[in-house]
């Protein structure tokens, strides 16, 4: 499947899809109880996909209350972890069915490239939840190192019902990111896609059902932010939330917890991270090629987007010039053309913020050097990679999360004072380092305050490592690795006394 077809064929392949278009709730597609819809619409070309079921409070408190009784039957957190690792697995295989159509519906849904979703998304959505099907019976609990006249072990098991509200930016990653470990733990999980895409989601839940997972422990409720994450954040029976989005909806569900039952709440949030380039970095061009994909991946929209890129002034010049020449790589134009690496934006309102954004920069003295503009093409929401010069630190566009395919070269004196520019924000998530000196990889990657900090590279690490902010970035727990286990389990103890 990762072999790229025509644009034709996608086109093809896109037409006979059938849009998944209502709630998954116990196993059945249903309509929202108030018969609400809301309109799925391609921001590469304004058409309105379909409508899909809108859901609110009285949805999830069904979804909610059955997933419990499933949860507290044992059909599936009784099961052996070998158990459901065969079902989790035989997920896997079925979403590698079905890759082509996932990857096809999400171009479609969130105008992402058809290239990328094809050569990331879907791969990355496949070996996650493979990964951690792997892991389900692979995973030991404890015995403490207490005194010979008693036992002591120490457990891990399920919380009963999760819920996990998602982005729009990886739909399907995020997706699996989540309910891979979610699942492989025991738990009965409601998953809140983004309103704009919420079909890829759907189709995953219809897979679940093939692969065995039992009726109830996979749920999916599309709608409003306010009407179905709120209830989820509020329920006195959701026992954990986890959450990828914005800094300020994630400050809801913190809140949410404290005005319910103390829910545990994993953030993973926004991010304004820096690429820093110091004084003896080498390999420029491998710098300028890391420099422009940690900008422009997904269109900008991207949580470790590298948005201020923080050049030594001796090695500014020239290369701000390689920066400019890299992106002949990244054309932008229909996403299910496989030839282009950016699409659209995901709609109208973070497609006015960006461009809202490179305005102020220019307004703030800031130099546009390359893109700046909309472009148009098929009535869609699409943006020029946008390259800003002549950054300063107190800038808007140096400050805030812009989520869009633009970023801007600010100018250090110094190592040191590059450093200390990259901390200089309330976001910690992720920081790419350049140097060719060993010492100062140890020394300023430890400096900076990030929850993943890449050298001479930029990367989010693999499924291997924890995934999660510092500071506004992050809160409670971290995506990817076995770490991702402690968001969807509780702790227990349990002493045994011989003396
Ligand atoms: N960390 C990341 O990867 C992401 C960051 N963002 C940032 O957030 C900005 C705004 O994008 P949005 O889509 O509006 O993000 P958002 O944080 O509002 O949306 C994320 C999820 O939260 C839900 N939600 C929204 N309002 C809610 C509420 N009141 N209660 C409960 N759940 C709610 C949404 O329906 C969606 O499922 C972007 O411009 C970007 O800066 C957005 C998406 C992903
Ligand atoms: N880049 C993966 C996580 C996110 O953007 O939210």
Redesign the pocket.
Known sequence: MSELLTKQEYSEIAKKITLPNKAFINGQFVDAQSGQTMPSENPATGEVLTEIASCDASDVNIAVANAKTVYESGVWSALSPAERKTAVLKLADLIEEHALELAVLETLEAGKPIHECVKTDLPETISCIRWYAEAADKMYDQISPTANNALATIRREAVGVVAC??????PLMMLAWKLGPALVMGNSVII?????TSMTTLKVAELAIKAGIPAGVFNVLPG???N???P??LHEDVQVIS????T???R??LK?SADSNLKRVVL????KSPSVVLSDADNLDSVAENIVAAGLWNMG???TANSRIIIHKDLKVELTKKIIAKLDDWRTGDPLDPQYMLGSV?NR??YD?VLGYIEIGKKEGAKVIFGGNAIELNNGLFIEPTIFDSVTPDMTIAKE???GPVFGLIEAESDEEAIAIANDTCYGLQASLYTRDLKKAHLYSQQLKAGTVSVNCFSEGDITTPFGGYKLSGFGGRDNSLMAFDQYSEVKATWFDFS
Do not use: D, M
């Open positions: 509200v998602l982005p729009w930016n990886f809140k896609p983004a309103e704009s409003l932010g306010p179905v994450g709120e989820l954040g959450f990828t989005g914005s300020a909806t994630g809801r569900f949410y993973e949030c926004g991010g929209q991207n949580c995901i309102q973070q913020k999360e812009i989520f």
